[in-house]
């Protein structure tokens, strides 16, 4: 086989695809014709046909790629800060200068990052050190053996009301309270049977509880001294409402005698009872029954006004009433308010102060005040030094108690206005202790302007009472001098003849 075998294998090659990639087979050339090509005879197997595959090319869809914007380059400046790096913990080896002195190698920024980082540091250590550091409770300014003696007991008529049985049976009744007969300055209001007044007080003076006082009160005035004897303890701190009780019952029961026209009864349970009076203020311990005194005081002379009032309207009082009331006049002539030491009473109530909020035997006195704060757990109680500017206050008040003039109530004003907890950085130290005395209650602050309030109308009023004390001694002697003459020409009267 020559040509004819070459044609049928080009002829087989033509039903093939073509694989992309290769060229196509070129055509033979018309040389070719002519060479004849021998093909062996091989005993072979029947050929084995396969089918071609023809493979589907894969076309490709164009890429279409969207046009680039080319935004214009913004340069932003850079910024350079300084490297903050931390100083390592290696101390480097100190170099030493000609002179000895060590030179210190570093740049400036490292040492101004170092005392930046120290500087905290350093407020945080000082801060623990002085709230971690406590200081020793100070000794107290006052204790009670600086206080005035209190008289014995066995001449001491304020020891009869102040006895614990006389004081349970009364200081919770009705005639213990302060506001009692405040109207009797209107004693015709009290002498008009028609009129509630009336009936009031005769209805009081009548009960039990009114006499059995009115039975103390006649063996209080056998007593040649009636001292308050309050001790600067929460227990005794009502115990002033006796001494109410007992001037009360005196108050009813000399209404009661003017209602009586017993004129003289009456006036003298009034001088008795101005004495009384005037013995417990001058001796007040505690401020509140100071303060509890001067007003009972004040309202016992507008009731010795309304009185002499009535004498000038009821000639039938008698040189009694007279003698009675010179004696009173006398009494409180000799009594000035300013004249009463505020000093021990400010003592006294700093004993009381100190102990109901430093008491030894309570460990945390501060508890309430911390659980209302914010950052309790990092709040410190210094209790020795808020101690401390405890004593430095009460020893400013007693400082004003000791000198007292017409600016002194002003001062002390400004002293309570000045609070711990309100100063530029009070939490730095001891901040529950400065929230703790500002919780305190001090009531002294008050003391001295209700001193001078009560002071200056009690004067007033001991000013106009002497004056009409002195105008009763004149209309006594000139009632008198009219019936001696009439006695005289009695006597000396001829007899009739028979």
């Known amino acids: 086989m020559k040509i004819e075998a070459n044609k049928s294998k080009l002829s087989l090659n033509k039903n093939q695809a073509v694989r992309p990639g290769k060229k196509p087979s070129r055509e033979t050339r018309p040389e070719a014709e002519d060479v004849s090509v021998e093909v062996p005879k091989k005993k072979s197997k029947p050929p084995k046909v396969k089918e071609p595959k023809v493979k589907t090319p894969k076309i490709k869809e164009p890429k279409i790629k969207p046009p680039k914007v080319r935004a214009p380059k913004i340069k932003i400046p850079r910024i350079k800060l300084p490297a903050i790096k ?114 009031v007080a005769k209805t009081l003076a009548a009960r039990d509880d009114v006499k059995k006082m009115m039975g103390l009160y006649r063996d209080i005035i056998k007593m040649p001294v009636f001292a308050d004897m309050v001790k600067p303890d929460p227990a005794d701190a009502q115990k002033y409402r006796v001494y109410l009780a007992l001037h009360n019952s005196i108050t009813a029961t000399m209404i009661v005698r003017m209602q009586e ?31 509890a005194a001067m007003r009972v005081y004040e309202k016992s002379l507008n009731i010795l006004k309304s009185m002499l009032n009535q004498f000038t309207g009821d000639r039938r009082m008698g040189g009694v009433v007279v003698a009675a009331s010179r004696e009173i006049a006398d009494l409180i002539g000799t009594f000035s308010p300013q004249g009463v030491p505020l000093s021990q009473i400010v003592m006294f109530e700093y004993i009381l102060s100190l102990k109901q909020n430093f008491d030894p035997a309570i460990q945390h006195p501060e508890a309430g005040v911390r659980q209302g704060m914010k950052r309790k757990a990092l709040a410190f109680f210094d209790r020795g030094l808020t101690q401390k500017l405890f004593n430095e206050r009460w020893k400013k008040l007693y400082e004003y108690a000791r000198r007292p003039n017409d600016a002194t ?50 004067n007033q009023k001991q000013a106009e009472i002497v004056s009409m004390a002195s105008a009763l001694k004149e209309t006594a002697k000139q009632e008198k001098k009219p019936a001696q003459k009439d006695a005289k020409r009695q006597a000396v009267k001829p007899r009739k003849k028979k």
């Open 86 to 199: 931390l100083p390592s913990l290696k101390a480097p080896k100190p170099s030493f200068g000609k002179s000895g002195v060590p030179k210190v190698k570093g740049k400036k920024s490292l040492r101004i990052a170092a005392i930046l980082g120290a500087v905290p540091m350093l407020l945080l250590a000082v801060w623990l050190g002085i709230n971690l550091v406590k200081h020793s409770a100070p000794p107290p300014l006052f204790t009670e053996i600086n206080l005035p003696p209190v008289p014995p007991a066995d001449t001491n008529g304020c020891s009869v009301i102040y006895d614990s049985q006389v004081y349970n049976e009364f200081f919770t009744k009705d005639i213990c309270d302060i506001n009692l007969f405040s109207n009797a300055s209107s004693m015709e209001l009290f002498l008009d049977p028609a009129r509630g007044e009336y009936t």
């Open 261 to 291: 026209k017993r004129y003289g009864d009456a006036f003298r349970l009034m001088k008795d009872q101005m004495n009384l009076t005037i013995q417990y203020i001058r001796s007040a311990r505690s401020m509140t029954n100071y303060l």
């Open 409 to 458: 109530p002003e001062e002390v004003r400004k002293l309570q206005e000045q609070r711990y907890a309100t100063a530029r950085f009070w939490w730095f130290h001891n901040a529950v202790g400065k929230k703790y005395l500002d919780s305190i209650p001090i009531p002294v602050y008050n003391l001295f302007q209700e001193s001078k309030n009560w002071s200056t109308a009690i």
